[in-house]
C-alpha cells in the first residue's frame, strides 16, 4: 500500500511541527515520569545525604547553636532519627536512642531527632517524658522528610563520615541494632 | 498444591500470548501463505483465558480456604473475614489484582477473537499482536510480582484486607474499574492495526463502536461505585474527593466520552479522522499512565499499593506503548484526510468540535493537578499537592460548560445549522429555565455555582425532552399511532441517538445531584450524654445509648442508637457504629443514613478515644438531592444499553461467528 | 429587657446540647476552620473529619487559637507555614503555576480549534488519489499555486 503525498509547502511545514511538538510532548511527559521513578529512591543507602538546616527547639541545642546544618558534620557519624509525639512505634524506641546517645556522644557521634509533621506543644512534651538531651528540631514543612522519601515515622538514617546514607531502619530500632549499626560506621 | 497448578497455568498462560504474538507478526509479514499462521494465533490468543481462569481460580481456592503459606493469601486474607470478601481479596493486592487485570484482559481478547472477522479481517493479525502483546507485558509482571510464592513458614493467621476495603463495594467497583480500562485496549487495537496495515478507512470505527461505548459504561460505573463506596464508609459525606488514583480513572473517562462523540462525525461526515486515532490513543494511554500511577506510587495517594518494583516496568510498557503509537500515527497523518470539510461554523460539527475542546481542557487541568506536586519537586524542590479547592474552581466551570452543551449541540443541524430554527427550539427551554433561576434566587438561593448548576440541568432536561416529544409527535401524526407505541419506534429505530439522549438525561440527573449535595450540604457536630439531642436543619436526633461487642476475635464493633425526630415525629431508629479492627489497630467508622428523594441524613460515630456509654461524638450531614446522583447512574446504564443494542441485523451476524473457515478464504495477491 | 432576655434565652437553648460544657468555640465553629485544612500524615483526609489522634492534636490547636482570638486566615497560614502549602484546601494566590496553567491550557485548546477550523473551511481542490487498495479517498489539498493558475485559467478561459 501506498500512502498519498502532501504537496503543498505549507502542509510540509504544518505536518514537521505537529510532529516536533508531539514528540516533544511525549518525551517531555516521559522524562517527568522518569524522574518521578528516579526520585523515589532519594535518601537510600549509597546515596548522598540530602543537606538540611534544622531550627532546633530552645533548650535542645547543639554546641550552644540553635540550628545545625548536616554538611557541618561531615567527619562524623550522624544518626537521624524522625519522630512524632503522635507516632505509637517511635515511643518504643525513645528510651534506646537517648540511652545510646548518651554512650557514643563522645564517641564522634551525633544524634539528630526530626520532629517529623508534628505539634510543637505535645512534641515538647514527649522530648521532656522521654528524657531526651540530644539535639532535636521541627520539620518545618515536611521538607527534610520529604528530601529523605520518608513514607512514616519512625525512620532512622545512620549517616557514615563520607556524608552518604549507609543504613536506613523503617520502625523502631532495638538497642542492640542502632550500637551495632553505629559500631560498623565508626571503623570505617 | 493449588499454588503449583496456579503458577503452572498462569506461566502456560503467558507461553501462549508469547506464541500467539509471534504467530501474527509472522503471518502477516508472510502475505497469503500466512494465513495459517493466523488462524493458529487467534486460536492461542483465545486459549490465554481458560488458562488464567484456572490460575485465578486456583487462588480464590487458595483465599478461601487460607492457605497461609502463600505469602499472598497472608497479606489479603485473615481467619475471620467472612467468605465473599476473601474472595474479592483477589484484587485486594498488588499481586492479586494485576493477576485479575490479566484474566480480564485474556477475556477480552478472546471474545474479539471470537466476532466475525470476514468483513475486516485485514485487521485481524494486527489486534491480534497487540493484544498479545498487551497480555505477554502484563503476565510479565504478574509473574515478577509471584502471587504464589510461598513463605518458609505458615503463619497461624493472615493480615487480612485493610478495613476500609472489607465493604461490599470490594464486589463489584475494582472488577468495573478494570473492564473499563481494559475494555478500551480493544478500539486501541483496533485503531493500531488501521495504521499499521494502511488499511485507514472507518472500518475499525465500526467494528470497535460497540466494544468503546461498553468499556465507556462499565467506566463510567466503577467511577460512580467508587464514589458510592467513599460516600458509604469515608464519612464525610462525600463521593469525590480528586484524590490522584480517582483522577487516574477519571481521565480516560474524559477522553473516552469524547472520542464516542468524534467517532459520531467520522462515521456521519467522514472528518476527524486522525483526531479520532489520537483521541483513542490517548485513551488507552491514560489507561496505561494511570495504572503506572497508582501501582509505582510516585503519586502517594489513599488507594495506592505498596511500592514496588514494578514502577519501571510499568513505566517500560507506558514509553514503549506512546513511542510505537505516535510513529505510526504520524506516519499515517498525510493519508488520513478528511472526505468532507466544514461547510459552516454554525452547525453541529462546531459543536461537537467544542464538546472535545471541553473535555481535551478538563483532562488536561485533571492531569496537570494530578502530577503536580512531581512538577513542583521538579521544578522548586517542594511537593505540593492541589486539593479540592483547586479542582472544584477549575474543573467544575469545565463540566458545567461540557452539560450546557448537551443542550444546545441536539438542536444544530449538520453541516449548516440555522440560527432561526435554534431559536424556535430554543426559546421555551431558555425561558423556563431563566424563570427557575429567578424563582430560586426569590427563595432565597444566592449561591452562583448552584444557580448555574440548576439553570443549565433544566435547561438540558428540557432539551432533551423535547426531542423525545417532538418525535414522538411526528410519528403520531404521520402513522396515527399511539404516543407510547410512537415513542417505542422512534427509540428502536433510532437506538444510538435516544439512547444518547437517554444518557445525556442520565448526566442531567447526576448533575442536579453534585450540585444539590456540593452547595447545600450542612454538618454539625456534638458531644452528648444519653438522652440529649443534636439538631441539624429539621432533623433532631436522641442519642440512646451504645453497644459494644466482639463480632469475631478480630472485629470490636461499637454501635451507638439515635432516634430521629422531624417536627417532633420520630421518623427513624439509626445505628451509626465503629469498626475496630484489632489486628490492624484500625478503626472504621460506618455511618447511618435516611434515604429520601429530598436528602439524606447522615449520622457518624465520631472519636477516636474509647466511646463511653454514656457520652459519644456525633457528626451530622444533611446532603440534598445526593440520591439525584446515584437514580441519575441507574439511568446511565439503562441509557447505554440501549445505545448500544444491537440491531437485528447485527445480532444474526454474531450468532455465526465463530465456525471454522470464517477468516480464511483470501484471494491470490490480496494481502 | 425582660423580653429581650427571654428571647435570647429561648434561641440559645436549643445550642446547649451542641456547645459542650466547656466554653470557648464549639465544635462546628473548629470544624469550620478545620474543613479548609488536610491533615499533613494522611492521605488526602480533610481535618475535620480524621480520626486519628494527630489530627485531634491539630484540631486542639485550631480551638486554642481561636480562644487567642486569632482569625481563620491566621490559622490557615500557621499551618501552611509549619506543614506547607499542601495542607491547604485551597491553594493560596501566590502558587501562580496552580491558577495560570489552566488559563493557559484553554486558551491554547481555543487556538488549535479556531486553526483548525480556519483550516478546515479553505476551500479545495481534489488533485490526487491515494493508491491504497479498498480506498477511493481523494486527496485534499489546498495549494495556493494551483488555486490561484485555476483561477487565471477560469479567467482566461471566460
Known amino acids: 500500500m501506498s500512502e498519498a503525498k502532501v504537496n503543498s509547502p505549507s502542509e510540509r511545514k504544518g505536518v514537521r511541527w505537529t510532529t516536533l511538538l508531539v514528540w516533544g510532548g511525549v518525551i517531555l511527559l516521559l522524562v517527568v515520569l522518569g524522574w518521578g521513578l528516579v526520585r523515589q529512591a532519594a535518601g537510600r543507602p549509597q546515596q548522598k545525604a540530602p543537606d538540611f538546616t534544622l531550627q532546633l527547639f530552645e533548650g535542645y541545642e547543639y554546641k550552644g547553636q540553635s540550628q545545625l546544618t548536616l554538611s557541618d558534620l561531615r567527619g562524623q557519624v550522624v544518626v537521624i532519627n524522625f519522630w512524632a509525639e503522635w507516632c505509637v512505634e517511635c515511643k518504643r524506641e525513645a528510651d534506646i536512642l537517648e540511652a545510646t546517645w548518651r554512650a557514643y556522644r563522645d564517641k564522634g557521634v551525633v544524634f539528630v531527632g526530626v520532629d517529623w509533621v508534628d505539634v510543637e506543644p505535645e512534641a515538647r512534651k514527649y522530648l521532656v517524658t522521654y528524657d531526651i538531651s540530644y539535639p532535636n528540631g521541627p520539620d518545618l514543612g515536611g521538607r527534610i522528610g520529604n528530601d529523605y522519601g520518608l513514607t512514616g515515622v519512625p525512620e532512622t538514617f545512620f549517616i557514615g563520615k563520607t556524608g552518604s546514607v549507609e543504613y536506613f531502619k523503617t520502625g523502631p530500632l532495638t538497642a542492640s541494632e542502632l550500637a551495632s549499626r553505629i559500631d560498623e560506621l565508626l571503623a570505617q | ?671 | ?158
Request: aromatic letters at 12%; one cysteine or more.
Open chain 3, 1 to 158: 429587657m425582660r423580653t429581650g432576655f427571654v428571647v435570647l434565652f429561648l434561641i440559645l437553648m436549643p445550642l446547649v446540647p451542641v456547645v459542650s460544657a466547656d466554653d470557648g468555640p464549639s465544635q462546628d465553629e473548629v470544624n469550620a476552620v478545620a474543613s479548609k485544612l488536610f491533615c499533613p500524615v494522611c492521605e488526602n483526609t480533610p481535618l475535620d473529619v480524621c480520626p486519628t489522634e494527630a489530627c485531634e492534636q491539630w484540631r486542639e490547636v485550631i480551638r486554642t487559637k481561636l480562644i487567642e482570638g486569632q482569625s481563620e486566615q491566621e490559622i490557615l497560614d500557621y499551618f501552611a507555614l509549619m506543614y506547607g502549602d499542601s495542607v491547604l484546601a485551597q491553594p493560596p494566590p501566590r502558587q501562580l503555576a496552580a491558577w495560570l496553567l489552566p488559563v493557559v491550557i484553554f486558551l491554547a485548546a481555543v487556538g488549535t480549534l479556531v486553526y483548525w477550523l480556519r483550516h478546515s473551511m479553505r476551500p479545495v481542490k481534489v488533485t490526487a488519489y491515494a493508491a491504497s487498495e479498498d480506498q477511493a479517498e481523494p486527496v485534499l489539498e489546498s495549494d495556493p499555486y494551483i488555486e490561484r493558475l485555476e483561477k487565471e485559467l477560469a479567467e482566461w478561459e471566460s
Open chain 2, 1 to 671: 498444591m493449588l499454588a503449583d497448578i496456579g503458577l503452572i497455568a498462569l506461566i502456560l498462560g503467558l507461553a501462549a500470548a508469547f506464541y500467539a504474538a509471534v504467530a501474527a507478526i509472522y503471518g502477516s509479514l508472510k502475505g497469503v501463505q500466512g494465513v495459517a499462521w493466523i488462524a493458529s494465533a487467534r486460536n492461542a490468543l483465545m486459549v490465554v483465558w481458560p488458562l488464567l481462569t484456572v490460575s485465578c481460580g486456583a487462588m480464590i481456592g487458595l483465599l478461601v480456604i487460607g492457605d497461609f503459606q502463600v505469602e499472598y493469601v497472608a497479606m489479603v486474607t485473615s481467619r475471620a473475614m467472612p467468605t465473599y470478601l476473601k474472595v474479592t481479596a483477589l484484587w485486594g493486592g498488588q499481586a492479586g489484582s494485576l493477576l485479575f487485570w490479566s484474566w480480564v484482559s485474556a477475556a477480552f481478547s478472546a471474545l474479539v477473537m471470537l466476532r466475525k472477522w470476514d468483513s475486516d479481517r485485514a485487521l485481524l493479525p494486527y489486534v491480534v499482536a497487540i493484544s498479545a502483546i498487551t497480555e505477554i507485558f502484563f503476565l510479565t509482571v504478574v509473574l515478577v510480582e509471584s502471587p504464589f510464592a510461598k513463605l518458609d513458614f505458615v503463619p497461624a493467621n493472615g493480615n487480612g484486607l485493610s478495613p476500609l476495603l472489607r465493604h461490599p463495594g470490594m464486589i463489584i467497583h475494582p472488577p468495573m474499574l478494570y473492564l473499563g480500562f481494559v475494555g478500551f485496549t480493544i478500539p486501541y487495537a483496533f485503531a493500531m492495526a488501521a495504521l499499521i496495515s494502511g488499511r485507514l478507512s472507518d472500518e475499525w470505527i465500526h467494528a470497535s463502536r460497540r466494544w468503546a461505548l461498553a468499556a465507556w459504561l462499565f467506566l463510567s460505573l466503577g467511577l460512580v461505585l467508587g464514589g458510592r463506596w467513599a460516600y458509604d464508609v469515608l464519612g464525610w459525606g462525600g463521593y469525590w474527593a480528586w484524590d490522584p488514583v480517582e483522577n487516574a480513572a477519571l481521565l480516560p473517562w474524559l477522553t473516552g466520552t469524547a472520542y464516542l462523540h468524534s467517532a459520531v462525525i467520522q462515521e456521519k461526515r467522514g472528518m476527524l479522522k486522525s483526531w479520532n486515532m489520537v483521541l483513542i490513543t490517548l485513551t488507552y494511554g491514560l489507561v496505561v499512565s494511570g495504572t503506572f500511577l497508582t501501582r509505582s506510587g510516585i503519586i502517594s495517594s489513599v488507594h495506592a499499593f505498596a511500592r514496588s518494583a514494578i514502577g519501571p516496568m510499568m513505566f517500560g510498557f507506558l514509553a514503549v506503548m506512546l513511542v510505537f503509537s505516535v510513529y505510526w500515527l504520524l506516519r499515517r497523518l498525510d493519508a488520513l484526510r478528511a472526505e468532507h470539510r466544514l461547510d459552516a461554523l454554525f452547525s453541529r460539527e462546531t459543536a461537537f468540535l467544542v464538546n472535545n475542546l471541553l473535555f481535551l481542557t478538563a483532562t488536561l487541568s485533571v492531569f496537570y493537578g494530578t502530577f503536580y506536586p512531581l512538577f513542583t519537586e521538579l521544578l522548586i524542590g517542594e511537593k505540593i499537592t492541589l486539593r479540592v479547592g483547586w479542582y472544584n474552581q477549575v474543573v467544575g466551570p469545565q463540566l458545567a460548560a461540557i452539560v450546557l452543551l448537551m443542550g444546545i449541540a441536539p438542536l444544530l443541524s449538520w453541516r449548516r445549522a440555522s440560527a432561526r430554527r435554534l431559536g424556535k427550539a430554543i426559546w421555551l427551554p431558555l425561558v423556563l429555565s431563566v424563570f427557575l433561576v429567578l424563582f430560586l434566587i426569590v427563595e432565597g438561593i444566592n449561591s452562583v455555582g448552584a444557580l448555574i448548576g440548576f439553570g443549565i440541568s433544566l435547561f438540558v432536561a428540557l432539551v432533551t425532552l423535547l426531542e423525545f416529544w417532538y418525535g414522538v409527535r411526528t410519528r403520531h401524526r404521520a402513522k396515527g399511532e399511539s404516543y407510547l407505541r410512537a415513542l417505542n419506534e422512534i427509540v428502536v429505530r433510532n437506538r444510538r441517538r435516544y439512547g444518547g439522549y437517554l444518557i445525556h438525561l442520565s448526566i442531567v440527573l447526576m448533575a442536579i445531584g453534585i450540585t444539590g449535595s456540593h452547595f447545600f450540604q450542612e454538618e454539625t457536630q456534638g458531644t452528648v450524654q444519653r438522652g440529649e439531642t443534636v439538631t441539624l436543619g429539621g432533623f433532631t436526633i436522641l442519642y440512646q445509648g451504645l453497644n459494644e461487642w466482639a463480632e469475631s476475635d478480630e472485629l470490636m464493633i461499637s454501635e451507638a442508637k439515635v432516634e430521629v425526630y422531624r417536627d417532633k415525629k420520630l421518623i427513624a431508629t439509626l445505628k451509626p457504629r465503629r469498626d475496630y479492627y484489632l489486628n490492624m489497630a484500625q478503626a472504621v467508622t460506618i455511618p447511618a443514613v435516611r434515604s429520601t428523594i429530598s436528602e439524606d441524613f447522615y449520622v457518624m460515630l465520631v472519636g477516636w478515644e474509647q466511646i463511653g456509654q454514656d457520652q459519644a461524638t456525633f457528626k451530622l450531614y444533611l446532603n440534598p438531592l445526593i440520591n439525584w446522583l446515584w437514580a441519575g447512574a441507574v439511568m446511565l446504564i439503562f441509557g447505554t444499553l440501549v445505545a448500544g443494542w444491537p440491531s437485528r441485523s447485527a445480532l444474526a451476524v454474531v450468532s455465526t461467528a465463530y465456525r471454522p473457515g470464517t477468516i480464511v478464504t483470501r484471494k491470490a495477491g490480496v494481502a
